[in-house]
Structures are given as C-alpha cells and as structure tokens.
C-alpha cells in the first residue's frame, strides 16, 4: 500500500513538471539584432605627373656648369585620412654618372608677401619635413636641380635620371604631446602689467593684442615642423573684476610667418578660439587654458593674436604676467571704448616692449 502511494506521488509530481515545461515553452519571446558598419580609412598621397604614363617634371639637354632648372609640383592627399608626408630622391646608377653632381632642392609655398610675390620657403630636411595635409587637399612644392659650376670635365655628356620619392603616414592618433612655458629670447625681469592685459582685463571695450614668438622659442618646447597647437595658456596677474561684464568674443588667432618684428598688425590669420569668458572667473597669479582647434605649425616664427568685442564697458582691470624683451619690436596692442571693433584692421597698433607669459601644447 506504501509502495503504491509513492508511485502515485511520483507521477503526479512527473506530470506537473511536465505541465511546468509546456508552459514555459509558451512564452511570447522576441529579438532584435543591430549590425553596425565600419569602414577604415584611406592613406594616399599622389603627385600630378606620373613617370610610367611618360609624364616628367624634367626633362633638360645641354646643362651647363652653372645651369639651374626649376619646376613646380603638386602634392595631393588623395584618402580620406589627414597625413603628413617627407620627400626623398634619388639617382638611377645605370642612367648615368651626371646624377653625382646635381644638387636638390625643395621649397614649399608659403603664401604671398606685401608686394602680391609668391614667398617659398626652403624645405631644409626634406626626409623629415613632416608637411601636413588634410583630407583631399593639396600642396604646391618647387623643386631645383642646380649643376655646380665647379663640375669637372668628366662629366660632359654624361646623363641622370631623378626619382622624386614621397612617403606618408596618418597624422591621426599619431604623435608626441609636447608642452611648456616659452622662455622668450633677449628677456627682462619678469613683472605684472595692466597695459591691455589681455585675457584678464576689461578696461576697454574692444583690446587686440598681437606678438610673435620666434621658432628657436618654439623648437625649445621639444615642437617640429608639423606639429599641432592644441592648447594655449596665459598666466594672470592682479585681478579687481567687475563680475557684472563679461569679457566678449574672445579671440585666439595665430598664423605662420617669416617676420622677425611687428610694424602693423598683421592679418591672414586662423581663427583657433572664440569664447565668452565671465569676468569673475579668474584668480590672481594663476595660469588658464584655452583649448584650440588644431592649428600646425610650419616650422617658421608664429604670430599670437589675442582680442576682445565686448558691446559693453566694464571698468574692471586686471594683469598678465610677462618681460619685457629687447632688440627688434615683437609687439603691437590697442585699446578703445568704442563697442565692437572685430577685426580691428583699421586700428592704430601701439608698439610695446612688454610679452605676456604663454605656455603652448602641442603634439609633434
């Protein structure tokens, strides 16, 4: 009689997890999936001629000791991807003997001087030039073959064939950050001054500020040619602001220049930062950021143009921390209470001996 009743217990516990199991198969279910594309990006760097298809960019007879051809090529960047790129070349030994005399050059465009001229300016280590170009853009370079005038008798009538070689990489998540403070050339004591002391000043309504710093400055930031100027910062002085005005359109522009000194303000410049920047926010001798949009240095001196546009007069002041530097003049600034001078082109430009303390950030 045990016996039986434990059979009967036990199949009815069998079945009810049988109806157990029915049931759960019975649930409404659903799915969804999401395939989502990726797609790399392209590194390609192209030159207008192409030699297999018999287009040259020299093709000269009867050089002379002396002679010197000249021929302009164009650089694109064909991908997708932004890249920097070097230049290399070399002589086919089976072409001749003529290719151990001549001597190369490159030079890279570098915009138009006061007189409209084209200004280019020698590409002094060419295997690492690091010449930047976005995506889709291109770059003129002039390229000089000089035969000097001391070549010997051997060489008459003897041939070259040159190969322009160019090798190119992502500039993309590739490179070395790099940051200080400058330590100017021929500086003074270092002081606070109120004179236009822009960012950390309202005094005037509408205030530019322009300097340049040299490429030796910058080359002892650990920066090359090529890098990018990611972030800027300025040291404050005393501050008494007025927290009611703040400082508006506040600009950064810079630009890459041969100039050695500053006569009149000088335009062409690319627009790196426009903020608002509430007058109470800063504190005394304290350093503050400004993040950039990308900006690359060429290697040459960098002009730092710093101006406000406020529509109101403040009253409040403020310094900067900075030195004085001497020899050739470095620096122009100008202040007004007429509202909204942007972009200041027909301003007077008051020289001063006075820089501001700058800290830059950059990647190579």
């Known amino acids: 009689m045990l016996q039986k009743s434990l059979v009967s217990i036990l199949s009815t516990f069998l079945v009810g997890l049988m109806l157990i199991a ?10 969804d999936t999401n395939a989502s594309p990726f797609t790399s990006g392209t590194v390609t760097i192209s030159l207008d001629k192409d030699s297999t298809q018999g287009e040259y960019y020299f093709e000269v007879t009867n050089m002379a000791p002396g002679d010197k051809e000249e021929r302009m090529m164009t650089v694109t960047n064909a991908g997708t991807l932004e890249l920097r790129f070097d230049l290399a070349h070399e002589f086919d ?21 006061d007189n409209g001229d084209d200004i280019w300016t020698p590409i002094t280590n060419p ?7 976005a995506a889709g853009a291109s770059i003129p370079i002039k390229v000089d073959v000089h035969l000097p005038i001391d070549t010997e008798n051997i060489y008459q009538g003897t041939t070259a064939a040159l190969k322009i070689m160019l090798s190119a990489e992502q500039t993309k998540n590739n490179g070395t950050v790099v940051s200080g403070q400058i330590d100017y050339l021929n500086a003074g004591p270092t002081y606070d ?11 005037h309504a ?25 972030k800027i ?31 009149y303000w000088q335009e062409g410049l690319t627009l790196v930062h426009h903020s608002d920047i509430p007058t109470g926010s800063w504190a005394t001798d304290s350093w503050y950021d400004f993040v950039l949009s990308e900006f690359v240095w060429d290697g ?54 006075f820089i501001i303390h700058t800290k830059l950030f950059g990647s190579n």
Do not use: C
């Not at 030994?93 to 001087?113: M, Q, R």
């Not at 143009?305 to 921390?321: F, L, Q, R, T």
């Open 206 to 230: 509408s205030q530019r500020y322009q300097f340049i710093v040299y490429k030796e400055e910058l080359e002892a930031l650990g920066l090359s040619p090529g890098a990018y100027l990611e």
């Open 233 to 263: 910062a300025f040291k404050s002085g005393f501050s008494y602001p007025d927290a009611n005005v703040n400082i508006g359109d506040f600009r950064i522009r810079l630009k890459n220049t041969t100039l050695t000194e500053l006569s």
């Open 127 to 133: 295997n690492n030039a690091n010449l930047v170009l």
């Open 300 to 353: 040459n001196n960098l002009i730092i143009d710093i101006s406000k546009n406020s529509d109101a007069i403040g009253w409040s002041e403020g310094s900067m921390w900075g030195t004085d530097v001497t020899g050739v003049n470095r620096v122009l600034g100008y202040g007004t209470d007429s509202l909204n001078q942007y972009p200041f082109t027909s301003s007077p430009a008051t020289p001063s001996n």
């Open 193 to 203: 001054n109120d004179w236009r002391s822009l960012p950390f000043n309202n005094w």
């Open 93 to 113: 030994i089976n072409a001749g003997t003529l290719g151990e005399k001549l001597e190369v050059s490159y030079y890279k465009h570098d915009g138009v001087d």
């Open 22 to 31: 029915s049931g759960t198969s019975a649930l409404f279910t659903s799915q």
